[in-house]
């Protein structure tokens, strides 16, 4: 199955991560004392795991042909994927759906109060990616600035509270609107642009946003940001830290769980169903009767109205809210969430939102290599499953000749 051609192949990958990842791997620099340790060793391990990687993808690759050469020529039979069959399977999925909100429901309890704080991260980036996924996922809309309507709304709230005293319950459906109204402004000076020159707009608006707030230093005071910001409260109820992170953990919880409900039964409406033929042939959908106009605006809309509510809730947590937490990188991580998790797939975006944020942290024991073996996790995503964790699987209907 593998020829001497692959084992050449092999060797020269293994050599180009070796040099790659030399800086890292193999020099150690300590600045106090002024040493520099040659982990030689490691660079054995890089060589070595690189090469078996990628024999070990060749044989997959080649399996994976032989057997859709099988299927073609009618000698086999045609599997669906593992996700879709989990999905397809009432028998399958309610045990794992029961078994996952019940671990959620106790994480509070079985884990400390900083793992709780962790898991509030990454089901907030849940809702940016469940929100992104109706503009990228479902419209098909390249947008790279989304990370300025979780400004929008995590500003609304450092300010209104700070000028108004107006609490977080009231800001709340506040910053989704605002962040809405913001992206049908955005939405109107793109609406006949695609692909690449959808993305630059997108771009820019989001390196907008934050150089606004970064330099308006009557506004929104700046680098300094605004500190105090207070967390949500319940019926007036005094709580300590720990007591206010399990609070913020089950409005996660809730917010997670009313996304998840909206955005289903947007995809399955009549609006659903025109995001996805815009996706997919926007001359053929005016040639349908579909307004693209309407139908841009309300995806860039709904979309950013998540964002705006998730910056409103960021605010609340953090307490204390400035320009730099809203750079372009957290629009990449939330398209990253997208893209990995695959396109318009539920179920795929929230297991990616959780990979993508949890894995990171619970890499910190590597020090110095968790980022290498984050970027090698997406890599291998993008190169095994470039559809995603779990692709989107949509209704077919088959009309039979009588």
Known sequence: MLTLKDLG???????????LT?????IKVNPIDRIITWRWHNMLWVGLGSFLCYLAGRI????????????RQGLAEEKPPLSRRILQNPAIWRPLLAAGVLFFLAFP???????????????MYVVLGLGLNIVVGVAGLLDLGYVAFYAVGAYAYALLNLHFGLGFWTVLPIGGLLAATFGILLGFPVLRLRGDYLAIVTLGFGEIIRLILENWNEFSHGPSGISNIPRPGLFGIQMSLDQSITYLYYLMIGMVTFTIFVVNRLQNSRIGRAWFALREDEIACQAMGIDKTRTKLTAFALGATWAGMVG???????TFVNPASFT???????LCIVVLGGMGSIVGVIIAALVLILLPEYLRAFSEYRMLVFGAVLVVMMVFRPQGIVANIRKTYQVEEK
């Open 9 to 19: 192949k092999a060797c020269l990958i293994a050599l180009w991560f070796v040099v």
């Open 22 to 26: 030399f800086p890292l791997m193999v």
């Open 60 to 71: 997959w690759l080649a399996r994976r042909d032989v057997r859709l050469r099988r299927i």
């Open 109 to 123: 309890a079985l884990f400390s109060t900083y793992q709780t704080n962790i898991m509030i991260t990454a089901l």
């Open 312 to 318: 409103v809730i960021f605010a609340a947590k953090t």
């Open 328 to 334: 372009f990188l957290e629009s990449a991580i939330i």
